[in-house]
């Protein structure tokens, strides 16, 4: 074990050719970030519903945070433990020489989650971790570090299942959701995390025209810029927990950054459409779009959905629509899914990719799903409906599998289409 010091100096974290990390992120995507994490070199990856679990080597804290689009943070398990009350937790966490992770000088904080477990609070279970943390600084140099809430120099996660603990590194701080580029809010924004997640759902190809006619506060135009042009989100963060830890090193960050940087592209061949018939809004998303630097990317027009228009050959529109909860409460919506679907039909050709957290409201499209995928919008449970549209009259491909093999029924024309 690492030799204790004065609590100010802190002894370096050893450096391991490999170490495990837990990326979470909403439900639903973690087979997204999966194929994010493969990408930037992470093997023995685990899908667990809520996040991933893999192994990577000491930079990957680094390429994560700046790269990761459909994640929420990266975390670092330092201890794993089996805690069935709160000594046992207290002493598996001062059993670790936290000179390595930080300075008495510095601070910290804890957020917590139990489950199953017979510590059932999770406000005490965090206090605990503190407590032990803080004390085995103040009997090794008199002070301690003290805690702050808000922007803790060593942000700490404590998971506690089945009394087995698991404490982490917090490496991203801030969830990386907030990007940074958005400001003031329309009525229910879409999570960043979730808009990149769901553009990597529809597989677009990053090469051609996409639109989304009903675009709000611009989170899902931005998103697509973003992805498009190569540009890594962590750019626009100003700070990570992690560049004031012992092990920091500066010159990986500053040259993965660097190469993130002369990755971006100035421009696109293709355009990105972001409309919307609140002018407020499009405002709204036209100064989210310049703080994240892809304004000249997008085409924002102030338009109802029923006059939205395209210069050139649009085959993907993504979109997520309101849907009240009911619709006695705002009973215009009926009839603007109605002007949705009409929109779709002047596209035929084209993919029409809808989050929806109310099925009442998407059978007024006049059109069959061809794929839904559920995902989690808040607290809404929601689907991803992928919309094909026809040449007017026309029919979908023949399915040429065996019955037992298809999915959904037969397709017929609907009548309110024609």
């Given at each position: ?248 090193d500066a010159a990986a960050w500053s040259t993965a950054r660097a190469e993130a940087r002369a990755l971006a592209l100035p ?152």
């Amino acid at each position: 074990m690492t030799q204790p010091t004065d609590g100010d100096t802190p002894v370096p974290r050893p450096k391991d050719a490999a170490r495990e990390y837990f990326v979470a992120c909403p439900p639903g995507l973690d087979g997204v970030v999966a194929g994010e994490l493969a990408a930037l070199g992470a093997t023995d990856r685990q899908l667990l519903g809520t996040g991933v679990r893999c192994m990577a080597d000491a930079g990957m804290r680094y390429r994560a945070n700046l790269w990761l689009r459909a994640a929420i943070r990266v975390l670092e398990p330092v201890l794993k433990a089996d805690t069935p009350d709160p000594k046992a937790l207290y002493e598996a966490v001062r059993s670790i020489d936290w000179s390595r992770y930080m300075s008495g000088r510095q601070t910290l904080s804890v957020d917590c989650r139990v489950q199953d477990s017979a510590l059932t609070h999770s406000k005490y279970a965090a206090l605990t971790v503190k407590d032990a943390i803080v004390d085995q600084f103040r009997d090794r140099t008199g002070s301690r570090p003290n805690v702050d809430t808000q922007a803790a120099d060593l942000p700490l996660h404590l998971y506690v299942h089945r009394n087995r603990a698991t404490l982490s590194l917090d490496t991203s701080g801030t969830t990386l959701h907030k990007r940074g580029y958005r400001g003031a809010m329309v009525r229910s924004p879409l999570n960043e995390a979730l808009a990149a997640g769901i553009l990597y759902l529809t597989r677009w190809d990053r090469a051609s025209a996409l639109a989304d006619p009903m675009c709000g506060s611009g989170t899902l135009p931005i998103e697509a810029a973003m992805l498009a042009a190569r540009r890594a989100p962590g750019l626009l963060r100003t700070r990570f927990p992690f560049e004031g830890w012992p092990d920091f090193d500066a010159a990986a960050w500053s040259t993965a950054r660097a190469e993130a940087r002369a990755l971006a592209l100035p421009e696109l061949p293709f355009p990105l459409y972001a409309s919307d018939h609140h002018a407020g809004a499009l405002d709204l998303a036209r100064q989210a779009a310049r703080a994240a630097g892809v304004e000249p990317l997008v085409r924002f027009t102030v338009a109802d959905v029923g006059e939205f228009a395209a210069e050139a050959p649009l085959r993907m529109m993504v979109l997520n629509p309101p849907y009240g909860e009911r619709l006695d409460a705002e009973t215009d919506l009926p009839e603007l899914y109605r002007k949705l679907g009409g929109a779709f039909r002047r596209f035929p050709g084209a993919t029409a990719w809808v989050l929806s957290g109310n099925a009442s409201l998407t059978r007024f499209l006049g059109m069959r799903a061809t794929k839904q995928v559920k995902l989690l919008n808040g607290t809404i449970e929601c689907r991803l409906l992928r919309y094909e549209v026809f040449p007017l009259g026309a029919e979908p491909p023949k399915d040429e599998r065996p019955p037992q093999q298809r999915r959904g029924r037969k397709w017929t024309p609907n009548p309110k289409t024609k």
